[in-house]
């Protein structure tokens, strides 16, 4: 992977501590929250604008929290900011197609939410979301459903 991606792997001393590698907004404006709907600007959220960037959206307006990528494929995507088997903070992994918990676990999952490790057996939540022009639109009215990992169903539980 090149240095000059924009986020940066995490060893495993800050994983055995949780620490994400997807940044907070650096501009409160770049988001906004109306019920099920978060919009936000392109233009004004810098941490999206390179290809492989990422951002964590933990707004008190929101059900739960939310994670957006720009994927090494130049598309936008949203999901649920919780591993389905634990609930701990995902992060897209750096110059890769996948998405990771960031616990020393690692599951790990492709764009499309599905689980590529054994260490997990369910999908993670993506959110439907669609762009025009500068402007990202996710749908989080799944946010209101339980987590993954909350839902009745038996899942692997985290170490
Ligand atoms: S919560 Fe860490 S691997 Fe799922």
Avoid at 30 to 43: C, K, N, P, Q, W
Wanted: proline residues 11%.
């Amino acid at each position: 992977m090149a240095n000059t991606h924009p986020l940066k792997p995490t060893n495993i001393f800050q994983r055995l501590f949780c620490v994400t590698i997807s940044p907070l907004p650096s501009d409160p404006g770049s988001f906004a929250v109306d019920g099920d709907r978060l919009t936000i600007r392109l233009d004004r959220a810098r941490e999206l604008e390179p290809v492989g960037g990422a951002l964590r959206i933990e707004d008190p307006l929101l059900p739960d929290r939310v994670l957006v990528v720009h994927g090494e494929d130049d598309q936008f995507r949203a999901f649920r900011n919780r591993c389905a088997c634990g609930g701990f903070r995902i992060d897209p992994v750096p110059g890769q197609e996948k998405i990771r918990c960031c616990t020393p676990m690692q599951s790990t999952y492709d764009y499309a939410g599905s689980p590529l490790s054994r260490t997990v057996n369910r999908s993670l939540d993506v959110l439907p979301c669609s762009r025009a022009g500068t402007t990202l639109t996710v749908d989080v009215g799944l946010l209101r459903e339980p987590a993954p990992h909350l839902r009745k169903e038996a899942s692997r539980p985290h170490p």
